[in-house]
T-cell receptor, first 115, second 114 residues
Framework: GPKVLQIPSHQIIDMGQMVTLNCDPV?????FYWYKQILGQQMEFLVN????????KSKLFKDQFSVERPDGSYFTLKIQPTALEDSAVYFC?????????????FGPGTRLTVL | GDSVTQTEGQVALSEEDFLTIHCNYS??????LFWYVQYPGEGPQFLFR?????EKGSSRGFEATYNKEATSFHLQKASVQESDSAVYYC?????????????FGAGTRLAVCP
């Protein structure tokens, strides 16, 4: 089936540094999402993105977070600066939105550890 | 805000046992309901959805029926296999148009012994 790829699979950085998480969504998909899962807790919506714009974001999507998809390349989540509480697994998802099909396809996640 | 509650954190069964994972939701609107399954090292995979009251969703022998009165969407399978061992997530999405962000339950870890 369709695959969403995420790069890197693991990232360890020091608090205060910048990090960019990369997502390669399914090729014809138009809607993109980021979700955050802290170890032992449930997965929570961060943001969705369509037509070059953030359509909706949750309270977890702090001012230090930003998303973009320049020129149809990777869909990225940037955190600058990082904080200890940003340690989590971040899942990217995409959906086509065509014909009312909003089934979301998820990547395997990027495990971010902030020291 | 919207929320999803999965009663069981972990379920341990033997092959050919009957499975039930309970899911209840709270939502202000009329949500679409989903089940996702997650295997180790992978992201959640869509299992099936239901969009209206009394609709049954099903896939790979798993099924669940949308019950608006009880605000439930319990997952069932008549005879589980060892390969069904995974984490199962119930989720909802507001159909009124919030670009379908998903609200997940905490997940239920299913372990099936041969």
């Amino acid at each position: 089936g369709p695959k969403v790829l995420q790069i890197p699979s693991h990232q360890i950085i020091d608090m205060g540094q910048m990090v960019t998480l990369n997502c390669d969504p399914v090729s014809n998909h138009l809607y993109f999402y980021w979700y955050k899962q802290i170890l032992g807790q449930q997965m929570e919506f961060l943001v969705n993105f369509y037509n070059g714009k953030v359509m909706e974001k949750s309270k977890l999507f702090k001012d230090q977070f930003s998303v973009e998809r320049p020129d149809g390349s990777y869909f990225t989540l940037k955190i600058q600066p990082t904080a200890l509480e940003d340690s989590a697994v971040y899942f990217c998802a995409s959906s086509s939105g065509l014909g009312g099909d909003y089934e979301q396809y998820f990547g395997p996640g990027t495990r971010l550890t902030v020291l | 805000g919207d929320s999803v509650t999965q009663t069981e954190g972990q379920v341990a069964l033997s092959e050919e046992d009957f499975l039930t994972i309970h899911c209840n939701y709270s939502a202000s609107g009329y949500p679409a309901l989903f089940w996702y399954v997650q295997y180790p090292g992978e992201g959640p995979q869509f299992l099936f959805r239901a969009s209206r009251d009394k609709e049954k969703g099903s896939s790979r022998g798993f099924e669940a029926t949308y019950n608006k009165e009880a605000t439930s969407f319990h997952l069932q399978k008549a005879s589980v296999q060892e390969s069904d061992s995974a984490v199962y997530y119930c989720a909802l999405s507001d159909q009124a148009g919030s670009f379908n962000k998903l609200t997940f339950g905490a997940g239920t870890r299913l372990a099936v012994c041969p």
